[in-house]
């Protein structure tokens, strides 16, 4: 069973600042995806990668397959920025369900 | 396509009550996934669907727990006699499910309150 760790698992900042968001996983994986999720509970998918770095707008994800580890980085962050977000792997071919870690918790301040 | 949907978003219900929840997919993925997310916690994986063949559950979905995906298009979760810990946010999601494109697709789920 894959273990999906998160850190940090809070987060405060100010408006601007750029935000790092650590996830490792114990087992090799066939994906990992990043998700956002604001108050009220709907998930947003923001990256699904299997290697190398994505990028869109102003979030970027890289992931280290070596040392299983992966990171979500914002850059300029907003206040609107400000939610859950969740590290998560495919453990199998691709299509089975997820394993989420527990969330980081972002709060931007203005 | 308007995405996942979910119905209802929330229900409130007394302990020992059954409770069914539905989720409408998008129309063109064939996979259907089933989660439960606790307070403060990340969502756990509870069973999937591939169509309408049920591919594999959790040991967290209890006998109490069964779900159905009959035609291959919209999924039901039914609850038999709740207990305070089924108390959760119940998500949805869909995927395309191919061997390259297996991106999932969130629901806005469904919070469940056993009083």
């Known amino acids: 069973k894959n273990e999906v760790e998160q850190s940090p698992q809070n987060l405060t900042a100010q408006e601007g600042e750029f935000i790092t968001i650590n996830c490792s996983y114990s087992v090799g994986i066939s994906a990992l995806h990043w998700l956002q999720q604001h108050p009220g509970g709907g998930i947003v998918s923001l990256f699904m990668l299997s290697s190398g770095k994505k990028k869109h707008g102003r979030l970027i994800a890289t992931i280290n397959i070596q040392e299983k580890h992966s990171s979500l980085h914002i850059t300029a962050s907003h206040p609107r920025d400000s939610a859950v977000y969740i590290c998560a792997v495919n453990s199998g071919g691709g299509a089975d369900g997820l394993t989420f870690g527990k969330g980081t918790h972002l709060i931007i301040q203005p | 396509d308007t995405g996942v949907s979910q119905d209802p978003r929330h229900k409130i219900t007394k302990r020992g009550q059954n409770v069914t929840f539905r989720c409408d997919p998008i129309s063109e993925h064939n996979r259907l996934y089933w989660y439960r997310q606790t307070l403060g916690q990340g969502p756990e994986f509870l069973t999937y669907?591939?169509?309408?063949?049920?591919?594999?559950k959790s040991r967290l979905l209890s006998d109490r727990f069964s779900a159905e995906r009959p035609k291959g298009s919209f999924s039901t979760l039914e609850i038999q006699r709740t207990e305070q810990g089924d108390s959760a946010m119940y998500l949805c999601a869909s995927s395309f499910g191919s061997l390259t494109d297996y991106e999932q697709y969130f629901g806005p789920g469904t919070r469940l309150t056993v009083t």
């Open positions: 669907f591939q169509n309408e063949a049920q591919l594999e």
